[in-house]
T-cell receptor
Framework: GENVEQHPSTLSVQEGDSAVIKCTYS??????FPWYKQELGKGPQLIID?????GEKKDQRIAVTLNKTAKHFSLHITETQPEDSAVYFC?????????????FGTGTRLQVTL | KAGVTQTPRYLIKTRGQQVTLSCSPI?????VSWYQQTPGQGLQFLFE???????NKGNFPGRFSGRQFSNSRSEMNVSTLELGDSALYLC????????????FGPGTRLTVT
């Protein structure tokens, strides 16, 4: 089955700096890659996603890039703010129109310091 | 638009008991997926329901089951609880599943003693 690896497990950046989280996936049939942010005591919140027909997607300070050949995708957060501190999860979904199973990475704890 | 709601938010049960968790998806969403989140295993897929039918299933024992009602609300049941079942159980709602985004609820924190 699909396997998603995520690095780093923890990341500390100063406010205003950029943060990059990387994920690799094993199944070349995966075609949908969402990113979730989870704050303490809450469920994961979808922050951005990318489908295999595009290489990059941006939404204000957040961007995601996808390299299908290398089977990896990355989350980029620019101008980080204290409220960006949370655990971030990448995920991958394998092909077929009806499959909804997401395989998640192990998470990255991002801490933004003042 | 209201988000995904899950009840109860917290639950304490004893080994051997059974438990039922409830999920109400976003209005209009017909696909409901369940995930288990633990510090050791991370987020793992349990099963997905669409139009009252189980469409996908993860690698969990038969003690874990679910169902979906005609209004798309879903329940999951865990029988003969074990200590290792202590986890955050998350429900995710999607329009029809597949290509569509999944939105998570706040989860039910289950503690088995």
């Amino acid at each position: 089955g699909e396997n998603v690896e995520q690095h780093p497990s923890t990341l500390s950046v100063q406010e205003g700096d950029s943060a990059v989280i990387k994920c690799t996936y094993s199944d070349s049939a995966s075609n949908y890659f969402p990113w979730y942010k989870q704050e303490l005591g809450k469920g994961p919140q979808l922050i951005i996603d990318i489908r295999s027909n595009v290489g990059e997607k941006k939404d204000q300070r957040i961007a995601v890039t996808l390299n299908k050949t290398a089977k990896h995708f990355s989350l980029h957060i620019t101008e980080t703010q204290p409220e960006d501190s949370a655990v971030y999860f990448c995920a991958a979904r394998r092909g077929s129109g009806t499959a909804s199973k997401l395989t998640f990475g192990t998470g990255t704890r991002l801490q933004v310091t003042l | 638009k209201a988000g995904v709601t899950q009840t109860p938010r917290y639950l304490i049960k004893t080994r051997g008991q059974q438990v039922t968790l409830s999920c109400s998806p976003i209005s209009g969403h017909r696909s409901v997926s369940w995930y288990q989140q633990t510090p050791g295993q991370g987020l793992q897929f349990l099963f997905e329901y669409f139009s009252e039918t189980q469409r996908n299933k993860g690698n969990f024992p038969g003690r874990f089951s679910g169902r979906q009602f005609s209004n798309s609300r879903s329940e999951m049941n865990v029988s003969t609880l074990e200590l290792g079942d202590s986890a955050l159980y998350l429900c995710a709602s999607s329009l029809t599943g597949g290509w569509y985004e999944q939105y998570f609820g706040p989860g039910t924190r289950l503690t088995v003693t």
